[in-house]
Structure formats: structure tokens, C-alpha cells
């Protein structure tokens, strides 16, 4: 079988592949650009998993690159989604203190939001329930009014198709198999490609290393879960988030205000073993099992930071009266009978640094003049889709001027 050829050869179909891909045709206009996607349809992963929110930035610490794009990301996402007549919900988000001891935690957030120029609102109690009625905070609260939801599989349908009629070419149900000198063996056959773009998600750090990067980095697959309530669209008002523990990359149990008015509750973090645990034993493969099991542990006694107690803290959501519980903290009148709907699980790729045995916060990139890898690219990555590709692009073309 002869190769196919291709200037630029984007590895993965999720929002962020997408997104390079588009940048890539835009950026080098007589060059072809394919992507490959090992899934019958792109954006069956992580981007079509997500929750949906549009971040405002305000989490992120400043200088990082997910405050750099979070912000840019929220206003290009907002608009890609009104030109397209793509439903949003601008619904805003409320962060709220259980007690006194969250107020440094507002009181942080409200400083890293101000750094990055966010919009962002300090509430006494009594403003924060005009919001939102049943909301339980201690006397203050923040409020963002930036922050919105979308149908995350709506947006990916429309993106892909924006790709396909700018000249990208998109092939589903091709999986990425290995290297080979310079080419890249496929399931349907050998890609001579002139770059390569690594944004396989879950794989990237494998991918990555055939290429000689992610070196000191492995991804550690997390499993989120939301449970959805019963309740009629509307009955909340907006987006309800506890003060997060800051030094890990989790926000904690909170609600969301789905596109269309519902509400749930959620994510869970949980570790997942191996790296498509998304449904019972469906994906099972030992050796990951295996590799992640040894990881986790290793976690567990020599991690820099408090991972035991995360990990303790995440398996016991995964029961729904725990979870109920946990968000019972943030509003009155809620009750473990209304949520009974498990939704549709996500796995979050998130990056390992097995030398320093920490999870990276921000997005990592390793690349060189053949082929240029996506690491670490998690929440916010959605929100960040669109400026974080144009980064990778003025990335790419440093690297080949």
C-alpha cells in the first residue's frame, strides 16, 4: 500500500485537534492539512464529555497560559457560538464560602481575577440569593458573569464541519499505530507526513514518546461522573461552584446549568484504570492497568502533594448519596431522591510529572521542526480551544522559520 502524503498531519480529533487543524489550513494556505481520528466521529472523548461551561479565567494563576487563553477563549467561543446560532446559556456562576475559612480562598480568587482583567463581582449573602434563592454561602460571595454553557457536541459538529470546508481533511476511523522512520503507520496504511501534530488526549504522552518527548511526563487518567436531577429546566438560575482547593487541578462537587435550563451536579475525579474506563470493564487493557496501578500507588506514598486524601476524598463520590451531600452544602432543597440520572462519563487526560510527582496545572507543549506535541491539555481546554490553537500555530511556525 503506498503512503498517503500530507504537509501537516493532526493526530486526534478533539476540540483542540480540531482547532490546530483549522489554524494550520489557515496559516499555510497552499500546504494540506489531514486529520486523523481513531473514532467513527470526532469529539466522542474528552470534548463531547465535557460539562459544557465556558470558563471565565479567574481560577487561573496569573501569567499561566490557561489565564492567557481562559479569558480569550470565553469571548471567541461566545461569539463562534452566536454566529453559528449554536444555543448558549449565559447563566453566570456563583462561588460561595461554606464558612469563614473559605474567605481567604474568595478573597484569592477575586486577586488572580482582577490580574486577569476578568469580570468578576463581590456579593454580601443577601445579593448572592437575589441570583440565586437558594443559595447557602457565608456572608459573601463572588459572582461571574461571564461564565455560560453550550452544548459541547453541537460546538464540535460545527467546528469539524468548518474544517472540512476550509480545506482540512478529516478522516475518522484511521488510529495512529506507530513511527517508523519518517512515517506515521496508521490502520488504513503509512502517512509521509511534512509535521506532525500530537493532540491524541489520552495517548499523547505515548505518541509523544515515539517522537522522543513527554520524557518525564505520563498521563493519569481521572474519571468524571454528573448525576442530573429530575427537576423542571429553570429551577436553578445559575452555575453554583464551592471555593476550590487551589493546589490541585479539581473544583470540587458543584452545580452546572445545562444549555437547556437543567441542572446537575458533579464532576467526580476519580482514578481511573486504565485509560477508556468509561463504562464497566469495556476497554479493559492489562498493561495499562497494570502501569496505572503502580503509578497511583507510587502516588500515594511519595506524591508532592496530599494525593491520599484526594483519592479518598474522590472514590467516596461514587456514591450518590455522598455526592448529594456534597452538594447539598451549596443550596437548600436539595434532596438525594431528585438526582437518580448518572450522565454520560468523561475521562480527564490529565499530565503526570513523574520526576517532580506532581499533576501539572497548566497546558504543556514539547515540539521541535518535525512535530509539535500536546501534552497536557485539560480544563479549561474547551473554553481554550480556539486562541490556545493559534498559540500552537505561532508555536509551530517558530519552530519551522
Known amino acids: 500500500m503506498g503512503a498517503n502524503h500530507t504537509d501537516f498531519l493532526v493526530i486526534g480529533g478533539g476540540v483542540i485537534g480540531i482547532n490546530i487543524a483549522r489554524e494550520l489550513r489557515r496559516r499555510y494556505t497552499d500546504s494540506t492539512v489531514t486529520l486523523i481520528e481513531k473514532e467513527s466521529d470526532c469529539g466522542l472523548h474528552a470534548s463531547g464529555r465535557n460539562s459544557g461551561v465556558l470558563h471565565a479565567g479567574f481560577y487561573y494563576a496569573p501569567g499561566s497560559l490557561k489565564a492567557a487563553f481562559t479569558r480569550t477563549g470565553n469571548r471567541d467561543m461566545t461569539s463562534y457560538c452566536e454566529a453559528k446560532r449554536l ?12 464558612d469563614r475559612r473559605d474567605h481567604p480562598g474568595l478573597d484569592e480568587l477575586r486577586r488572580r481575577g482582577v490580574a486577569n482583567d476578568i469580570a468578576i463581582d463581590e456579593l454580601s449573602e443577601r445579593e448572592a440569593k437575589l441570583i440565586e434563592p437558594r ?19 453541537q460546538v464540535l459538529a460545527a467546528m469539524k464541519a468548518d474544517a472540512i470546508q476550509e480545506g482540512v481533511k478529516v478522516e475518522c476511523g484511521v488510529q495512529y499505530v506507530g513511527r517508523q522512520g519518517s512515517s506515521v503507520r496508521t490502520s488504513a496504511g503509512p502517512y509521509q507526513a511534512g509535521y506532525v501534530v500530537n ?25 468524571g461522573l454528573y448525576l442530573y436531577a429530575g427537576d423542571n429546566a429553570g429551577a436553578l438560575r445559575t452555575n453554583v ?12 462537587v458543584h452545580f452546572t446549568v ?21 463504562e464497566g470493564y469495556g476497554g479493559f487493557k492489562l498493561k495499562e492497568f497494570l502501569e496505572i ?20 476524598r474522590e472514590l467516596a463520590k461514587y456514591s450518590r448519596t455522598r455526592l448529594v451531600s456534597q452538594a447539598a452544602a451549596l443550596l437548600n432543597g436539595v434532596h438525594r431522591e431528585q438526582y437518580r440520572t448518572w450522565g454520560v462519563p468523561g475521562i480527564r487526560a490529565q499530565l503526570l510529572d513523574i520526576k517532580a510527582r506532581k499533576l501539572e496545572m497548566d497546558f504543556i507543549l514539547e515540539g521541535d521542526r518535525h512535530s509539535m506535541h500536546v501534552l497536557n491539555a485539560v480544563s479549561p481546554a474547551f473554553t ?9 500555530g505561532q508555536r509551530i511556525g517558530a519552530l519551522l522559520n
Open 87 to 98: 444555543p448558549i446559556n449565559r447563566c453566570g456562576k456563583l462561588v460561595v464560602a461554606k
Open 135 to 153: 443559595v447557602k454561602t457565608c456572608e459573601r460571595a463572588l459572582f461571574s458573569p461571564t461564565t455560560s454553557t453550550v452544548d459541547p457536541r
Open 199 to 223: 493532540a491524541a488526549g489520552l495517548y499523547a504522552d505515548r505518541i509523544a514518546r515515539h517522537f522522543g518527548f513527554s520524557e518525564r511526563y505520563r498521563i493519569l487518567p481521572f474519571k
Open 241 to 252: 461552584y464551592p471555593v476550590p482547593d487551589l493546589r490541585n487541578p479539581f473544583l470540587g
Open 258 to 278: 445545562t444549555v437547556n435550563g437543567k441542572a446537575k451536579i458533579g464532576p467526580t475525579a476519580i482514578p481511573a484504570m486504565w485509560r477508556e474506563q468509561y
Open 293 to 312: 496501578l503502580v503509578r497511583t500507588f507510587g502516588l500515594l506514598a511519595l506524591s508532592a502533594f496530599d494525593f491520599k486524601r484526594l483519592a479518598v
Open 384 to 392: 481554550c480551544s480556539l486562541p490556545f490553537s493559534r498559540y500552537v
